[in-house]
T-cell receptor
Framework: SQQGEEDPQALSIQEGENATMNCSYK?????LQWYRQNSGRGLVHLIL?????REKHSGRLRVTLDTSKKSSSLLITASRAADTASYFC????????????FGQGTRLTINP | EPEVTQTPSHQVTQMGQEVILRCVPI?????FYWYRQILGQKVEFLVS????????KSEIFDDQFSVERPDGSNFTLKIRSTKLEDSAMYFC???????????FGSGTRLTVV
């Protein structure tokens, strides 16, 4: 598998439910970031978690990082229709200059 | 909130033509990047730029690509002789000292016909 793989690839839930997306990676990282992309639009930075952090919160978002398992999860609580988008994890790897390696993304659909 | 601005939002060009995609990064940022996303695929790193030179580039960033920071505000990506497979969304991004994440522009959709 490649660096920064999300699962599931697609997730459809009812409004109000929680959505959990997972990301796995292979190499050592400086940090891991989550981005949202509405269809055909730009990337919006949601949250960054550093390699020495285990959990981080931002509003309805909760991100965890397990460096021993090389995995991260993004939890969106009390989902809203406006949360419908693709969500990508991106790893800032420890190798040379800064660059992000993106996963394939999870397509989240919130049904009203 | 500061933004990264990209122009144009959409460009259609003939195969073999040169295109220049423009970006205005956040003014006090020091690191600049180009990424691209082919329709339906993941976002791929192209190049990073720091201190007026390329700091890293991917295999995609071959001799047909070049970047430039012609003045204190603009950051451009030039594709010298476009191919059909260059059709993609191109994203510019910047980040600052201390590094609290990237700010991406809204992208330029390039269509090569």
């Amino acid at each position: 598998s490649q660096q920064g793989e999300e699962d599931p690839q697609a997730l459809s839930i009812q409004e109000g439910e929680n959505a959990t997306m997972n990301c796995s990676y292979k190499t050592s990282i400086n940090n891991l970031q989550w981005y949202r992309q509405n269809s055909g639009r730009g990337l919006v930075h949601l949250i960054l978690i550093r390699s020495n952090e285990r959990e981080k919160h931002s509003g309805r978002l909760r991100v965890t990082l397990d460096t021993s398992k090389k995995s991260s999860s993004l939890l969106i609580t009390a989902s809203r229709a406006a949360d419908t988008a693709s969500y990508f994890c991106a790893t800032d790897i420890i190798q040379g200059a800064q660059k992000l390696v993106f996963g394939q993304g999870t397509r989240l659909t919130i049904n009203p | 909130e500061p933004e990264v601005t990209q122009t144009p939002s959409h460009q259609v060009t003939q195969m073999g033509q040169e295109v220049i995609l423009r970006c205005v990064p956040i003014s006090n940022h020091l690191y600049f990047y180009w990424y691209r996303q082919i329709l339906g695929q993941k976002v791929e790193f192209l190049v990073s730029f720091y201190n007026n030179e390329i700091s890293e580039k991917s295999e995609i960033f071959d001799d047909q690509f070049s970047v430039e920071r012609p003045d204190g505000s603009n950051f451009t990506l030039k594709i010298r002789s476009t191919k059909l497979e260059d059709s993609a969304m191109y994203f510019c991004a910047s980040s600052g000292q201390g590094y609290y994440g990237y700010t991406f522009g809204s992208g330029t959709r390039l269509t090569v016909v």
